[in-house]
């Protein structure tokens, strides 16, 4: 008795502790479809965007509330609320979050369909230099999330710093890198967004005394809180808050030739021509600062081709684009004052300044240097009508290099009338970097796609279709242990694009496995990119056969994958729902990062030890058996298996029920068709009802979708242990010409001859092979195609 009565009196004076004892109820109000909570020290707007989605901000006394979010696009829907007030506290409710604000001691909460998530501990501080939020946290709770970070998947014990930086050569652990993102996720299975880009902290418990912290310079004190009863509710929830991801060009799911960096023309064209000959499929060629000067310093900032080392870069870029291959160009935006351009950056008033208007000069490992500002409507009108030119001439993708910015003082002013500092941009400079490029393209190309690839960004980037990598990590196996859980965590955040350097960037090591192991983790990753510095080749043609026939495997595995990883982007599209995906979106005791799925229904387990000869993998509960993608063994799932491991390919599983649709290796996407698919499902007698889709369109339009320009062939199956239903729907968008399609269905695990095989009532030629334990039907070649195939067993 005596340790239950220490045990709750333990708890209320932790409860009196976690108040801010200064701050009183005052009065409270309905204004509109919000809630207005005046203090003696401020006033709390807290409002719903939805039934999952309320944002409360609070204002101090003496300061005016700042109504603009970088992050935040979804305007708030008319959601029903009621507000109860029963003496000591208020509860304001929508169909699934409530707000509890207990009136004295002051202090708010939130709870989901009747489960708690979060309540404030202090709430709103201000101590030293630093405003502050604070929240109570349960003690089993994991956290996840504040960008792009090399730490663990639970983040939980760490105080990260909100400042986009690079960190060159970074292996296994990262405190700090290019993304971060004033973002916290629960186990829970609720988020926290802080709405707003200045810099400061994010501490996750650091102290270890149940305590999460938002700390910033100054700004908007408004933080959303984001629900849901899965993971997927709260990652769609979050993006429909901050935007999702157009899908980008087919192209961007192909192989790159990229390295640091292409010197000339002729040897542009001479590494496309070696893909070519090698048969190693390519869709893009990316030229680092070669294109506009022959030295790493001293040129950045002209933005203009080298005509000695290019002399004809607009025949080159047509040359190439007639093989299939587009050219992509890096950009920064630094002017260095000893570039071509520097005088009329200068004249037209484009850079940002110091506190007496003129442009702000440094020094940083690139030469002395001015900043174009993205703030000032003249920095961003030259900054576009230079990639317009670009354009123009033929290059068809963008590569945004050092938008942290790279070296940013903080003395460094913005704005037609500097009235913005650094640190106050600092964190938004690569999303308003990427949004020039975006909007520029829907106001003069609003057909087209763009490709942007960025090194920063911020919350919503992925709206402006920014395709993130994770920065200049270290050719190493520690650098590729890092990036599962980099892009893990990305995707969790909204941005589903990030990948890694394939082979790892920084130092001259050469490793065979370890490049080989990192491309063929790749072929499961959004993008597929091989980029390093020359000393060591990038591009798998210049590497020693036996690795060169290992990675052209890998590649033609990617081509050969474009359908399924074409209908996940679409997915990632609609829903948010990221390309790579922790399993703990389908165990939610299972947060590690050693595997992970790769759209919905394969399992990847990447190699990131030398020399393995065996790997353990966690089988997710969610199918009751995962077939081996390669040799169709199956594995019990909601177990750990220790599974060997080949040179040939890294471990892949499919989830029983799924359908693969898989498409003939092409070497270019140029000339990629569904014209002939081969459609893969996996039999388990256990499977159940299960679904799956092809989507397709021309890979190019801009909102092909919403113009109706695309058909989806929707997949459905029904598995006993006696028969087996097959049933193909194609949805034809209204504006859309439907492709006349022969599919040759796959059906794996079939252990015995079929007794029959039927499509639509009719008896239909079939072959099963006793080895492979497969049985493959070629469904006729329609358009629109509606079928339904029956297999008695």
Known sequence: MKLIKFAILALISQAALAQNADRHFMSAANKGN??????????????????AVVETSFIPKGEVADPVSHAVIMAPETVATTLRDEGGVLEFATPGITVRVEKQPFRISYAYKGQPLVAEKRGYLHEGKLEAIEFALDGDEALYGAGARAVGMNRRGNRFQLYNRAH??????????????PMALSSKKYALHFDNPQTGYLDFDSKKDGTLSYETIGGRKTYQVIAGEQWEDVVANYTSLTGRQPLPPRWAFGNFASRFGYHTEAET????DKFIADKIPVDAVVLDLYWFGKTVKGTMGNLAWDKESF???????ADLAAKGVKTVVITEPFVLTTSSRWQEAVDRKVLATDAAGAPFTYNFYFG?????????????????????????????????DLGEPEVHPAALRHGSNGQLGADQVHNIYGHDWARLIAEGYQKDFPNERPFILMRAGYSGSQRFGMIPWSGDVQRSWGGLQSQME?????????LAYMHSDLGGFASPMLDDELYVRWLQYGVFQPVFRPHAQEEVPAEPVFRTEHTKSLARDAIRLRYAMLPYNYSAAFDNSQTGLPLMRPLMFEDSENGGSSTYLWGRDI???????????????????????WFDFYTGAAHKGGINEVVPVVAEHIPVFVRAGAFVPMANVVQTTRDYST????????YDANAGATNGKLYEDDGATANAYQQGKYEIAHFSGAATAASLEIGIETEVGKSWQPVVRTYTLKVHNVASRPRSVRCDGKDVASRWDAQSRTLQVVLPARSAMKAKLAVIL
């Open 675 to 682: 014209r002939q698919i081969a459609l893969n499902y996996y």
């Open 368 to 400: 002395h240097t001015g900043l174009v500002d993205l703030y000032r409507p003249e920095g961003r009108e030259w900054f576009w009508n230079i990639y317009k030119d670009l354009k123009a001439g033929g290059v068809a993708g963008w590569w945004g």
């Open 34 to 51: 919000a809630l207005e909570i005046r203090t003696n020290d401020g006033i709390y707007i807290i409002k719903p965007y939805s039934a």
């Open 311 to 317: 002399p004809n870069p607009q025949g080159m870029m």
């Open 269 to 272: 064209r001479a590494v496309v």
């Open 168 to 181: 060159y050569g970074y292996e296994a652990r990262s405190q700090l890198l290019n993304f971060t993102i």
């Open 603 to 625: 399992l990847v387990a990447p190699i990131t030890e030398p020399g393995a000869q065996r790997k353990e993998v966690n089988f997710p509960k969610s199918a009751r058996t």
């Open 486 to 494: 980099i892009a893990l965590q990305m995707g969790m955040q909204g």
